[in-house]
């Protein structure tokens, strides 16, 4: 069964860092992209962030270029997303999501973590 | 940027109905559209990609439609456990972009 769990959301104030992490199991981890997809208080989906299996070509949103950085552990499974820079419009629920291997639509979700950036 | 506009926002169905929802994209994606819904403190799960599969598990009552610019969402008969909010997403081009969102509610 495929799982993915986040981790690592908090209470920060602006101008803070924060790393959320992101468990996978279930699948070949090198094998299939992963996307972070965040979603602010009341709010639609917004993507953030992307890396292909390899870690090797990352992709952001244009609001986080520069202050967010995703990488991941091929050995830990894990995909992180290294915030800085936070603001109060970076408060939201971040999920990790799984490629589908065939294209970069999302075929399973973790449960998400949430920031809360504090001013 | 490409920008995906959904329609309508909000909209009300009986059990039973047949509901369809548009989704517009500001330039062509080709067919490289998926369309998700979501329950209120839950996570997002996929329910087709490539604008028209549907993914493993979906009920076949969700069907989707369109390509380059314009597709639509069609239930052909809504069950009490549909009523969320759905989203499409365009995945030809980072960064991928979703549509604001579609809350459908009972009425």
């Known amino acids: 069964e495929v799982k993915l769990l986040e981790s690592g959301g908090d209470l920060v104030p602006v101008g803070g860092s924060l790393r959320l992490s992101c468990a996978a199991s279930?699948?070949?981890?090198?094998?299939?992209?992963i996307n972070w997809v965040r979603q602010a208080p009341g709010k639609g989906l917004e993507w953030v962030s992307a890396?292909?299996?390899?870690?090797?070509?990352?992709y952001y949103t244009d609001s986080v270029k520069g202050r967010f950085t995703i990488f991941k552990d091929n050995s830990k499974n894990t995909v992180y997303l290294q915030m800085s820079g936070l603001t109060v419009e970076d408060t939201a629920v971040y999920y990790c999501?799984?490629?589908?291997?065939?294209?970069?639509?999302?075929?399973?979700w973790g449960q998400g973590t949430l920031v809360t950036v504090s001013s | 940027d490409i920008q995906m506009t959904q329609s309508p926002s909000s909209l009300s169905a009986s059990v039973g109905d047949r509901v369809t929802i548009t989704c517009r994209a500001s330039?062509?994606?080709?067919?490289?559209l998926a369309w998700y819904h979501q329950k209120p403190g839950r996570a997002p799960k996929l329910l087709l990609y490539?604008?028209?599969r549907l993914y493993s598990g979906v009920s076949s009552r969700f069907s989707g439609s369109g390509s380059g610019t314009d597709f639509t969402l069609t239930i052909s008969s809504l069950q009490p456990e549909d009523f969320a909010t759905y989203y499409c997403?365009?995945?030809?081009?980072?960064?991928?972009?979703f549509g604001q969102g579609t809350k459908l509610e009972i009425k």
């Open positions: 999501a799984k490629t589908g291997g065939i294209g970069w639509f999302d075929d399973c």
């Open positions: 279930g699948f070949t981890f090198s094998d299939y992209a």
């Open positions: 890396i292909n299996g390899a870690g090797t070509d990352t």
């Open positions: 330039q062509g994606i080709s067919y490289f």
């Open positions: 490539g604008a028209s």
């Open positions: 997403q365009q995945y030809v081009s980072a960064p991928h972009t």
